[in-house]
């Protein structure tokens, strides 16, 4: 009996172990904050916010928290975000699934796209493959939206989407700042 519990414990997917600690990182601005395994890596960029599992699970999966509109050059509106994913759908791309989402409390979309096209490193060697995505896209309030994503490859995808949606669960937004009002 000793035996038979040690392998189960032994067995036991890694997102169970994961979701037992978490931690929870808060903007410093309250903008939002986000909560992630404990043993999951996290980095900062310009607007974003990535954690990576541990291990070789964190070179082949990563969730991103974002804010768009990133510059000029990027989507200024959800819809436009959407429109430039969709633009590779039938080419390198295709769409997995679509639907309505809920996150933070607010109505989302949900996209899951597949790259069908084999891609390659700087080498020309083809990486594992294929390549998966899966985005929550948040709609505009104010002057910004936000963007969860979850982009991996193989069974690391797989384990990761069970996290992605107990972050999109745990995600919470503040409120956008009310536009000032107009003078007579």
Known sequence: ???FLLLTAAL???SWS???DSTRYA???GDYALTYPSDWKRSMGLQAVLVRPPGAAGRQVSVTFERYPLGKDSPATPQGFETELRADVGRIKKLDSEGPATVAGRKARRLA???TAVLKDSYG?????PRR???MILPKEGDYYYVLKLVGVGAAFEQAVP???RIAAGLTLAKPAAAPAKKP
């Open 18 to 20: 994961a979701s037992i």
């Open 163 to 165: 996290e992605f949606d």
């Open 125 to 129: 060697s083809p990486l594992p493959g």
């Open 12 to 14: 036991a997917p890694a």
């Open 27 to 29: 903007h410093p601005r």
């Open 1 to 3: 009996m000793k035996y």
């Open 113 to 115: 796209l597949t790259t």
């Open 133 to 135: 995505e899966l985005y």
